[in-house]
Every structure is written in C-alpha cells, then in structure tokens.
C-alpha cells in the first residue's frame, strides 16, 4: 500500500547531539510537512516543501533544519536537541492544492537524555 | 490568520451512546475543515472533510460532522459509540493562501472515553 513512513519510530539522542529524523512517501506527493506534537498537545506545523521550495513558520526555531534531496524523502535534522524539543514528531503530504486532506505518517517520537 | 477550539479537553460516553465533539472555527477566508483521530503512538487519520461541498459530511467508522457557517461551527458527531472508538480526536482547519500546500492548524484535541 501507498503510505507515509518515518523511521525510526523511536530515537533517543543525547542533549546537543545532532538527531536525524526520516519520512519517505510511496505517494508521489509534491507537498511534505513536518509536525512538532509534545506531550498532550495537538501538532504543530515546523515547515513544509513545496517540491524543493522550502517554507518555514515564523516561530519555527532555528534549531530544526530540514532536506528534501528526492519526492520520496524529506528529513528533519536537529542540531542540538534541547529536552523540551522531546516530542512526537509526524510527517505529512499532500498532493498539492488548497483543501486537500493531509497523509500522516506514524511518527517518530524522540525522546533526549 | 486561522484557529480552532475544541470545547472538552475530555468526553466521555456510555457504549452505545451518542458522540458529540465540539469544534469552532475562526478563519478570515472560507474555511477547509477536517476532524482526525489518533490512537497512543501512532499518527493522524482522517475522519473527514469539509471542503465546500454538502454542508453535512459523512467519514469513516460511522462519523459525520456539520459545517454551520452562521455558528461557525463544525461538530462530529457518531450515533453509538463503540469500545474503538477511544481515542483523541483533532478538528484542524487550513485556509487557501494561494500557495497550495497550506498547512492544517489543529485544535488543542478532544480525548473521547468510552465507558462500557
């Protein structure tokens, strides 16, 4: 089946080394986001390709970095994981187009020592 | 700029009973809106959406929402809850921006518990 994968599911890492986080897609999709979900909270949106055109959100720090080297795959690279950037992290796509619902992946859920 | 609230950080219900969950929307442009559930460890799976179209939308697992643009609302709604149904349920709205990738704002969640 077409779908959203992120590996791994769980990543431990240590405070201020640099983590990577993966999502591939089967679903040719233009459009991949990144979601910050910690603890009880709903997701919130870090950034997002367009193709290989990187968006940012305003608040996003610039802590979290991310690469897009292929349409099946984007990365979230963090460079120096804090404790509070302990969190589930997901990973989305969509087609491309205004209203169009978005595939998650299971998500990863880091968790730093 | 867009947001949601989801009143009841918590419901819960009787098997068998209804399932209301409140969603209210605030968006300065017409409004995309769509309700996920997730289950512990895993990600978001689409219920269903509002995308302009009938204004009453029927999802998956028995599901359906009402968009009321006069409320400002979009509730989700199951006539009889079943034990699977537990789960935290997210109503998200994005609104077109032009750029066609926009991103979903989600509300804070509402865990629903099933009581049997």
């Known amino acids: 089946d077409a779908m959203v994968i992120q590996n791994p599911r769980y990543q431990v890492t240590q405070f201020g080394k640099p983590v990577t986080l993966s999502c591939s897609q089967t679903l040719n999709h233009n459009v991949m986001y990144w979601y910050q979900q910690k603890s009880s909270q709903a997701p919130k949106l870090l950034f997002h390709y367009y193709d290989k055109d990187f968006n940012n959100e305003a608040d996003t720090p610039d802590n979290f970095q991310s690469r897009r080297p292929n349409t099946s795959f984007c990365f979230l690279d963090i460079r120096s994981p804090g404790l509070g950037d302990a969190a589930m992290y997901l990973c989305?796509?969509?087609?491309?187009?205004?209203?169009?619902?978005?595939?998650f992946g299971d998500g990863t859920r880091l968790s730093i020592l | 700029a867009q947001s949601v609230t989801q009143l009841g950080s918590h419901v819960s219900v009787s098997e068998g009973a209804l399932v209301l969950l409140r969603c209210n929307y605030s968006s300065s442009v017409p409004p995309y809106l769509f309700w996920y559930v997730q289950y512990p460890n895993q990600g978001l799976q689409l219920l269903l959406k509002?995308?302009?179209?009938?204004?009453l939308v029927k999802g998956i697992n028995g599901f359906e929402a009402e968009f009321k643009k006069s409320e400002t609302s979009f509730h989700l709604t199951k006539p009889s809850a079943h034990m699977s149904d537990a789960a935290e349920y997210f109503c998200a709205v994005s609104a077109y921006s032009g750029g066609g990738a926009d991103g979903l704002t989600f509300g804070k969640g509402t865990h629903l518990i099933i009581q049997p």
């Open positions: 509002y995308t302009s179209a009938a204004t």
């Open positions: 989305a796509t969509i087609p491309g187009g205004s209203g169009q619902p978005q595939h």
